[in-house]
């Protein structure tokens, strides 16, 4: 589609572009188009900049991941679609591994996907056909199946745009969870140890900007980050934006003047 140049909306059609070009490649799932449509609600209320409380959620998670043994970037069809060339620069920055994990697994949708990341450089793409043989407990969606090398052995696993029952089950397997998720209400955000609330087309090329800057720091700086670090505090904090952010705008004259 060719969108002009000058059209006010045109960063915000762009990234639906990608996702529309995800979708026919194979790559996104159908309900990935809705769910989009959920995220870009939340990114107007919070103004679609990245804001202090997303900058704060992103410094302590460059920080986990540096400090991980062995972190994995959780990759589903929407964040292949949008993010591709980034998913592979932070899993090169931070030393994570990259696995393909679906809530609408279809063996056609994760090949796809592998690809997709290959084409953008990636090295190894775990969770693919056979190499999800592992299973993780009490979750009954696809999302269970993940890979023995990967999220199942990590410490330290970053889900953006995740369903809130893996990331449950993720917490009850002791994992250290990382989200990127506009949504602050989402049981996502909610059940995360980290949440960046920004979208993701914003958060993870700054996420790969902090963990190479932070990457030569020692360890105890790292671990001061992120045990300072306050996930519901930053929650209410996205919370209270939005709600003064509302109030100043319901105080304004809201009529476009042609
Ligand atoms: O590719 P699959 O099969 O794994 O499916 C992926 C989707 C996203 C369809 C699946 O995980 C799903 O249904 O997710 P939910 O439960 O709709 O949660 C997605 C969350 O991400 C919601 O809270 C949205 O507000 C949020 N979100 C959507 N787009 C973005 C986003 N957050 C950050 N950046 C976005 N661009």
Redesign the pocket.
Known sequence: MNIPANHPRRESLLIREKLVEGFKKGI??P??LI??G??EC?DYLIGEKTQGFALKAIEAAAAALLLANHAVISV???VAA?VPEHVVKLAEASGALIEVN????TREREEAIKQFLLSHGAREVLGVGEDASATIPELFSERRRVSPRGILIADVVLV????GDRTEALKRLGKYVIT????PL?R?ARAADITIV????RAMPLLVEKVSELKGEDRGFLKNIVSSYNNNEVLQEALRFITHRLLELASKDLKLHA
Do not use: C
């Open positions: 996104v799932a309900e990935g769910a989009h959920r995220g939340f589903n069809g929407n949008l679906l809530f609408y697994r953006p745009l995740e369903d990127i998720d506009l949504n989402s996502t920004d979208n993701v087309v």
